[in-house]
């Protein structure tokens, strides 16, 4: 369970953090920044599945019946992923990346909210279940935490089924997100919603996106 004291805790930490960008207006800072509040996210959560408040989530290796559901993000983590993209993967990697994302964003075309859920295509970095961006993750994705993976298959297959969504993990995603969005705000930083894919096909596409955005452009807008 979360005490009001652990949560000032938890969101001085990630707000302090992610103040160092304001400072340091370089990559380097900004990945280290916000992957230093991904762990923490992931510490926190880790340190509550040892107590009775987390042990009902169903979420597990392998399990990927959500990662067919269209997720947007914000700007900064958009910008984030991307950078990541561009100075890690190998040319060939980012090739086979960028044909999926074409082809989802194909399908994809003309689906809205109230698409039934079987009609949408498995995001561009799943594989073989398993998720290639993980530990940087969008925090949408990280905050969908089923207490039943029977509910989530039957959703995605298009049945009437309501996913219910563990109480305190929740909690912890609200305020990493609350912490971090107005930390990036304060700081004049574009915090505007994007569509994750189709935000990651034009960050990949822009030259520098990551100096761009630090030096405070609108690239999404």
């Known amino acids: 369970m979360l005490t009001r004291k652990s949560k000032e805790d938890f969101s001085n930490a990630i707000q302090t953090e992610i103040q160092?960008?304001?400072?340091?207006?370089?990559?380097?800072?900004?990945?280290?920044?916000?992957?230093?509040?991904?762990?923490?996210?992931d510490l926190l959560i880790d340190s509550l599945k040892q107590t009775s408040d987390i042990r009902d989530v169903?979420?597990?290796?392998?399990?990927?019946?959500c990662c067919r559901l269209p997720v947007t993000a914000r700007a900064y983590e958009v910008v984030y992923i991307a950078e990541y993209l561009k100075n890690h993967w190998d040319t060939l990697s980012l090739f086979q990346l960028k044909k999926r994302i074409k082809s989802y964003l194909k399908h994809s075309a003309g689906t809205t909210h109230f698409t039934p859920m079987?009609?949408?295509?498995?995001?561009?970095?799943?594989?073989?279940?398993?998720?290639?961006?993980?530990?940087?993750?969008?925090?949408?994705?990280?905050?969908?935490?089923?207490c039943n993976e029977r509910t989530c298959r039957a959703a995605m297959e298009g049945k009437p089924e309501i996913i219910e969504f563990n109480a305190v993990m929740k909690e912890v995603y609200d305020v990493a997100f609350s912490s971090i969005h107005s930390s990036f705000k304060e700081m004049k930083m574009d915090t505007c919603h994007v569509g994750l894919i189709p935000g990651l096909k034009k960050a990949m596409e822009i030259h520098r996106s990551m100096e761009k955005y630090l030096d405070q452009y609108h690239l999404f807008r």
Request: proline content about 7%; glycine content about 4%.
């Open 20 to 41: 160092k960008v304001g400072y340091d207006k370089t990559p380097d800072t900004f990945t280290k920044s916000l992957s230093y509040c991904y762990s923490n996210i």
């Open 58 to 65: 169903a979420c597990r290796p392998g399990c990927s019946w």
């Open 118 to 146: 079987q009609h949408y295509n498995s995001c561009p970095f799943l594989e073989k279940h398993h998720c290639l961006i993980y530990f940087m993750r969008p925090i949408n994705c990280q905050a969908h935490n089923s």
